[in-house]
């Protein structure tokens, strides 16, 4: 009984972190889309069968070279569109539920005759 009556109990300050150390920095990241949609699509043709896996190829390493960046404490998700060209026009529209001092995103696009290509990073700060 004396043993746990000689025991100090530590109380410590509580240390929460409310901003991030890294903000997301959208120029710099609309750059870097812009350098990948680039090299990745000069090339390339409408192919039904090839734009699913395009596409998330497109999206893995768009996470990866963003995630490379360390922005702590962000969740980074990526949407990649890619369609055909036909002369019609696409209309993207996002809506979320979002704190705008520290979530971000950053959207490019890109077209060739063959196909457009819509992508949108998302980086929603996690507390």
Known sequence: ?????????????????????????????????????????????YSEKLIPELCMNLADSIRISVKEENYDRYRIIVSVSIGQRRQQSVHVFHSFLWDPERDGFAAATYENCHLYAYVVVYAVYLD
């Not at 004396?2 to 100090?8: E, G, P, R």
């Not at 929460?16 to 889309?33: C, D, H």
Request: charged residues 35%.
């Open 1 to 45: 009984m004396s043993d746990i009556q000689d025991k100090q109990v530590r109380i410590y300050q509580p240390t929460y972190q409310l901003n991030p150390r890294k903000r997301f920095n959208v120029e710099k990241v609309e750059k870097m889309l812009n350098t990948i949609l680039d090299s990745e699509l000069a090339e390339v043709e």
